[in-house]
């Protein structure tokens, strides 16, 4: 994502990356100079992150195994202004409706690209969510991409969508 000096993110935005993240980079390759990036694992780092700027506009980007992480932290009482879900995977599933409650907005992304090859079965085998997020979250959108492509998907969709509403 290039940085575009003239727009100015005046939220805090926190970055999640999924399972295979430390060796793929899949998200971590995104985050800004002024952005904070946490992996799967780091829910109590999240947690301590989020209660530090409580009442502050925070946007939560998160992917796969990281999703589910950001979903958990957030449904146990922890309030941000957007969470945006990057097909999430994991056999625990948060509180939906918590979930809702936290998030200003949710908005889930859904790969539909369901072809086999190895991202798409490490997200099988760890517990793709599918469609269940459509059950709770603000918008659930499906985008023709497999679970590695979907994280530069969701980022050009963003980018084509601001430029239509600059136009």
């Known amino acids: 994502m290039g940085h575009n000096s003239s727009v100015t993110e005046l939220r805090r935005v926190i970055w999640v990356g999924g399972a295979l993240d430390k060796y793929t980079g899949l998200v971590r390759q995104h985050v800004l100079p002024g952005q904070h990036y946490f992996q799967w694992f780091e829910s109590r780092a999240l947690s301590r992150f989020l209660q530090q700027h409580a009442g502050q506009p925070v946007l ?18 922890y309030r941000v202004d957007e969470l945006v879900t990057i097909d999430p995977v994991s056999w625990r599933k948060p509180n939906g409706e918590m979930l809702r409650k936290h998030c200003r907005h949710w908005r889930n992304y859904l790969a539909g690209d369901t072809s086999v090859n190895f991202a798409n079965l490490v997200a099988r085998c760890g517990g793709w969510w599918q469609h269940w997020p459509q059950l709770h979250a603000h918008q659930h959108l499906v985008l023709n991409a497999d679970h590695a492509l ?18």
Do not use: N
């Open 60 to 77: 939560v980007i998160a992917h796969s195994y990281g999703a589910s992480t950001a979903a958990r932290v957030i449904a146990s009482g």
């Open 150 to 167: 979907i994280v530069d998907a969701v980022l050009q969709s963003w980018r084509q969508g601001a430029a239509q509403r600059v136009a």
